[in-house]
């Protein structure tokens, strides 16, 4: 089935609540979203999705306790040792959204492997930002475009887009937002500027193909105007 979306936007969110709910502590629910992920990645494809776009940890999660954003960090590298083999036999190539000069060796190194192994692949492209931030994002960009010695007249709207850490990438049309909160947390603020917005109330963990569907069978269903009249 094809909806429609070519690039979905995940900001994987409600982890903690999850956990709550059952009594358990934070980073089981981390776990279990980890899990949701997994589903994700293998039923995306079929849903006539190419890229998705993963929020895992933004340049505000710092705030977060040490434990936390420890265990946050750990299950990156878990999630790439351990997927990397079923993601490369899919075709998914891996790339990374954010700055990632400022996470822990042990995560550059695995988050380099896994883009080198994986960059011929193109069934699926999986975007994961870690440690992004939009604003970040756009400052970084006109950091590099400032260095370049671009020419200020010939800067356009695409040609700035080229610099963020999604260059290359389409913009989402879809962002999907689990834990029910009406917002985009600093979520690729440039590239979602038309994008259409599903919000659930189901927590991240619980996601899995089928609320996947339902999300793109809804956008399939928006009226998309860019403006215009339609
Ligand atoms: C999302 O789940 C994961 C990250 C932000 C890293 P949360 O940890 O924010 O879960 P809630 O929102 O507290 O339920
Ligand atoms: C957004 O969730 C960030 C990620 C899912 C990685 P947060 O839980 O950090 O967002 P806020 O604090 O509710 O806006
Ligand atoms: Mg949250």
Not at 41 to 47: D, G, I, M, N, Q
Not at 162 to 178: A, C, E, N, Q
Not at 197 to 225: K, M, N
């Amino acid at each position: 089935m094809n909806y429609g979306a070519r690039h979905v936007a995940i900001i994987m969110d409600g982890n903690g609540r999850w956990a709550a709910a059952r009594g358990e502590p934070r980073v089981v629910g981390h776990r279990a979203g980890l899990e949701a992920l997994r589903r994700i990645v293998r039923a995306a494809p079929s849903l006539g999705v190419e890229y998705l776009s993963v929020y895992a940890f933004s340049t505000e999660n710092w705030k977060r306790p040490a434990e936390e954003v420890a265990a946050l960090m750990d299950l990156l590298v878990e999630y790439l040792r351990s997927e990397i083999d079923e993601l490369d036999r899919e075709h998914v190539r891996i790339v990374f959204l954010g700055d990632r000069t400022a996470l822990p060796e042990r995560c550059q190194l695995e988050m380099e492997r896994a883009e080198r192994r994986t960059e011929s692949n193109s069934r699926l492209v999986l975007a994961i930002a870690m440690n992004y931030g939009g604003r970040d994002e756009i400052v970084r960009a006109a950091r590099s475009l400032l260095r370049s010695g671009v020419d200020p007249e010939s800067l356009d709207e695409e040609r700035f887009a080229s610099y963020l850490d999604t260059g290359g990438m389409p913009d989402p049309d879809l962002v999907i937002r689990p834990g029910g909160e009406l917002r985009l947390s600093n979520f690729l603020i440039w590239q979602a500027n038309y994008a259409e917005i599903y919000v659930t109330p189901l927590y991240w963990p619980e996601f899995d193909g089928p609320v996947l569907q339902e999300a793109l069978e809804t956008f399939a269903r928006r009226e998309r105007r860019f403006g215009g009249l339609g």
